[in-house]
């Protein structure tokens, strides 16, 4: 074995452990600032070994029940490095924010553990080891959602928290009925074998809303614009800019991409995605907090990745080529969705140099820029990639695929314009950001640079995007539309037209938790009243008819009174357990 192969192997056990042990030795309580101070150095085996040249080995571990089996191919190295350099750059940006926060040590375990779960996903190459890692991302990003106690941060972990576990039952369902037909549990088996199943349209009606609800796909998406707002500026720019990755990632490597053409999945898919990129900037576009905006902009630039997706059950013969624009696409996103959260603690404060100020406004707009395609930036070379795939596609009405994405480019300027008119609109008197915080963040824009400037360490990535060419003109005019736009809306338009549409953060699941509650509160009425003794009452039996004189009335008034006794209704619950037992 080579020095490079052991090196590789190393940091591949490295990169999902060394954020678990940090972990377990911050519950020690005499090294407890000085541990929570490496936080952000947990995220640095991963990141060394996606800079790495590709060692080729993979690890087995046999030495679980199932087996796993850890490795990078080409698409989970450019995922693991945007993993990488998000959850190092947010830890950084949350060592000032958690300095006087007595709370600190919670957030930075939870934190912790959700970073090793987003980076073992990348890695996981069997679903044993991939449900496991998404499940421990997923849950302990709960803690991260509610950690400030505010009442509008409970409300979001609690939708947070029914989405992941409806997610994890549906993908757990999903992943057992794959394990039939993968003597191994290997993803690249479990794809294969998606391929062939006689239950393909069943799994595949399972596995897409299982992952869908990490992507933000709509109508499962009404978590995302309540959790970010919710959470800290460092946690948020995770949930944005990693973790919704994941879902991507799962179903990259799960789907039957390259495989088989499945044309009626491929069209709900594009569709889909088109719904997302139009519906997250018209209902983005009314918000009032900034955070808020950004997610459902989130929401609207993920359409792009499932319309891609959508490309690659139509087309099996240009996956080769598509999976790398997709991963590139993603990891654009990243880069610039995590600056922009961060950058939300990171504008212009009152005391701040004139030299700091401007460096913040730039640090700003480049983002901003970045994913509204604007030329010589990577949004520009994501979206150029991706526009020689959609020419075999059908028009939709009188509307090529292309156009509609064309269209859907200015409305993610919009929401761009939007989000910087909320950041500076009024003056922020919140403390000056510190040295970590500059680090972190200036850390996650030399990234977007770089990557604008077509550098890439994995070759598989830079071959595939090469031959990329740009027209300055196609990439500036939805800009510039947008600008338009956005001025003459807010010069024109009267206030009282401007909050005609206003939905609340949530939009659907407002609505649904709105009938719910509702349904809840109907329910624990009728409850109350049968709780009373008044059951026969809520059903509106009227009283002194012949129908009360029977025996039977009698009897069941009596079998209600011994339901609401403890004791009967303990056996009754071990008598049914007993039944599905045996």
């Known amino acids: 074995m ?48 996606a800079l790495l040249p590709d060692g080729g080995s993979r690890i087995g571990l ?33 060592r000032q924010l958690l300095s006087d926060d007595s709370h600190a040590r919670r957030f930075a375990i939870f934190f912790l ?34 950690h400030d106690g505010r009442d509008f941060s409970r409300r979001a972990g609690r939708v947070y928290l029914i989405l992941v576990l409806v997610g994890e039952v549906l993908l757990f369902t999903a992943l057992v009925m ?55 500026v460092p946690a948020s720019a995770v949930l944005s800019g990693a973790m919704i990755k994941a879902g991507l990632l799962g179903l990259a490597r799960l789907l039957p991409l390259g495989q088989v053409s499945l044309p009626g999945w491929s069209g709900g898919l594009i569709i889909v995605g088109l719904v997302m990129a139009y519906y997250g900037v018209i209902v983005g576009l009314p918000q009032r907090e900034a955070k808020t905006v950004l997610a459902y902009s989130s929401i609207s630039q993920m359409g792009y990745g499932v319309i891609a997706l959508g490309l690659g059950l139509a087309q099996p013969a240009v996956w080769p080529q598509l999976a790398p624009v997709l991963a590139f696409y993603a990891l654009h996103h990243g880069l610039a969705k ?3 959260f961060l950058g939300v603690s990171m504008a212009p404060v009152s005391g701040m140099s004139v030299w700091l100020r401007r460096v913040a406004v730039v640090g700003l707009l480049w983002p901003a820029l970045t994913l509204s395609g604007a ?20 028009a939709y009405g009188p509307f090529s695929l292309s156009a509609l994405l064309s269209f859907a480019a200015v409305g993610t300027a919009l929401i761009m314009v939007r989000f910087l008119f909320l950041m500076y609109r009024k003056p922020s008197d919140r403390p000056s950001p510190g040295a970590a915080m500059w680090g972190g ?22 071959a595939a995007l090469q031959s990329v060419s740009i027209a300055p003109v196609s990439a500036l005019w939805p800009l510039l539309l947008a600008v338009l736009v956005a001025v003459a809306a807010m010069r024109r338009l009267p206030p009282s037209v401007k909050e005609v549409f206003s939905p609340p ?76 037992l045996l």
């Not at 199932?66 to 940006?93: E, I, K, N, P, Y």
């Not at 959700?114 to 496991?132: E, I, Q, R, T």
């Not at 809303?209 to 959790?227: N, Q, R």
Request: charged share 15%.
């Open 2 to 49: 080579t020095t490079e192969t052991a090196l590789y192997q190393v940091l591949l056990v490295l990169t999902p452990l060394a954020p678990l042990v940090l972990c377990t030795l911050l519950w020690w309580e005499g090294a407890r600032d000085r541990l929570i101070s490496l936080v952000p150095w947990a995220a640095l085996p991963g990141l060394l070994l």
């Open 62 to 94: 046999d030495w679980l029940l199932l087996g796993g089996q850890l490795g990078l191919d080409g698409m989970g190295r450019v995922f693991l490095l945007l993993t990488a350099l998000l959850w190092m750059s947010a830890g950084l940006h949350l």
């Open 113 to 146: 553990l959700a970073m090793g779960g987003n980076l073992g996903v990348a890695l996981s190459l069997d679903m044993l080891g991939f449900y496991l890692f998404f499940a421990l991302m997923s849950f302990s990003s709960y803690a991260l959602v509610v």
């Open 178 to 232: 794959l394990a039939r037909h993968t003597p191994f549990l290997l993803l690249s088996e479990a794809s294969s074998a998606l391929a062939g199943s006689e239950q393909r349209n069943l799994i595949l009606a399972i596995l897409i809303p299982a992952l869908g609800i990490k992507i933000g796909m709509v109508p499962l998406h009404f978590w995302l614009p309540l959790a970010h707002p919710a959470a800290p």
């Open 338 to 340: 995590g600056a922009l």
């Open 375 to 394: 030329p010589f930036t990577s949004g520009a070379q994501a979206k150029a990639a991706l526009k020689p795939f959609l020419k075999e596609m059908p």
């Open 441 to 462: 963040w200036l850390l996650l824009l030399a990234a977007s640079m770089v990557c604008a400037v077509g550098w890439f360490p994995d070759p598989w990535l830079h």
């Open 505 to 580: 953060p949530g939009d659907v699941g407002a609505l649904v938790e709105k009938f719910i509650l509702r349904a809840y509160d109907s329910c624990r009425k009728l409850c109350g009243r049968i709780g009373a003794g008044k059951c026969w009452e809520s059903l509106r039996l009227p009283r002194g008819r012949w129908w009360y004189r029977l025996a039977v009335y009698e009897v069941l008034h009596e079998t209600e009174l011994s339901l609401r006794r403890f004791s009967m209704a303990g056996a009754v619950f071990l008598f049914i357990l007993l039944l599905f």
